[in-house]
């Protein structure tokens, strides 16, 4: 089963070429989750969370593999409903009972995203549904080593982000001990983990913040094409690609990375910075769409540059207008974001949108989940942001509300749980 999900995993890749496609997204893993189903539900018996005596769906059946070189949930293509949830250990909680929670959540997502019942007490909220492309992402924040007695091994990659001047952070939803990423094609079937994973935390920890994102369903779209934003903008055109010769480097730690031994653990892991971006989306629809534009540096019907060509052409940077201006702006958010703009960083970026209803005001609660990922958030997320912190046209439509980062480890290997290597290495 694992290597025909690899398998999967391989060849969606290779379809996509970027994981900010989500309508892409849905063909591929129509194309994948139709061969897969079969030997997914095959022999699943009154295990499967499925119940269904009929085929599922393409939607319903895609499978994504919780055992790999990576966890689940980074490379995978954007799902239509996630969760992010934060947790705190309880007090008296250390490292035994971390690793005894580790455990009980991975086998619970191993299980669950095969398609499977919970290994205790489900709740039955998912029954006649297939995975459902669910992943469940796990991470650890600077403050779980000193829970656990493991500061020895936290990597300085880990150590807090700095200041922005525009960060406006409520320290209630930031951070945490823990940090759980739950996606998946089917509300219910997210539910259903997220309700779950929370029961298994028991006495062991408790929920310090909880987030809830959508992006657009597979199928949704004529063609397959990128994911668009609150804002309607196209987001996501620029992210490095899998097929890029780079990219493993880019996402992922090394595994002979350059910290020391103690840090080894965090081979084939990625570090993830989560940001809760609020959008202004009053008066951002109160803008012209020309204005709108050049917030971006790129077209809002087809994510194409101001400078020509289509969504994947590159922008000509240097190119100047009849008004003698850079038809770019210099500062365009595209133009100040893009790699080459700040010594190659890069990240990839895999958000959901969020909506948490309407305020007194009439305005929207709604904007971005952000959630990026790289090997180094010094040469990822903190050198692009310290720049869009000085002068991002965007800037005056967006918030920061809320910040995390977090060491997310490599895959478990084949009868392993989550971050052993941390806590039993
Ligand atoms: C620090 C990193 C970034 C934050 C925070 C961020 C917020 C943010 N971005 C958009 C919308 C778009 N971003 C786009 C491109 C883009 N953004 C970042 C980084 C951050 N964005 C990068 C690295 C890039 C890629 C630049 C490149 O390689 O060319 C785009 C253009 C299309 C695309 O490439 O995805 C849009 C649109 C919003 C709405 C937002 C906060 C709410
Ligand atoms: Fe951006």
Redesign the pocket.
Known sequence: MTESNTDIEISRRRLLGTV?AAGAAGLALGAAGGAFGQSAFAGSGSGSASGAAGSLSSLGATQVAFHGDHQAGITTPLQSKGHLVAFDLAAGAGRTEAAALLRRWSETARRLMAGETAPTDDTGVALDAGPSSLTVTFGFGHSFFERTGLTARRPAALDPLPDFSSDNLDAQRSNGDLWVQIGANDGLVAFHALRALQKDAGQAARVRWQMNGFNRSPGATAAPM?AR???G???????PKPSEPDFDKRIFVPAAGPGPAEHAWMAGGSYA?V?R?R?LLDAWDAQPLARQEQV???TKAT?APLTGGGETTE?ALDKIGVDGKPVIAANA???I???EQ?GG???L?RPFSFHDGIGPDGAPDA??L?V?WQADPLRG?VP??RK?DRGDA?SA??R?ESSGLYAVPAGPRTGEYVGQRLLEG
């Open positions: 900010g990128t934003n609150l804002m903008q196209i987001d996501g055109t620029g992210n910075v940001r971006i959008m971006i540096g790129r994510g922008m958010h595209a133009r974001s893009a790699p700040n960083a890069a990240m970026r904007g971005l952000f990026c997320f692009v942001q869009l965007l439509f967006i920061h």
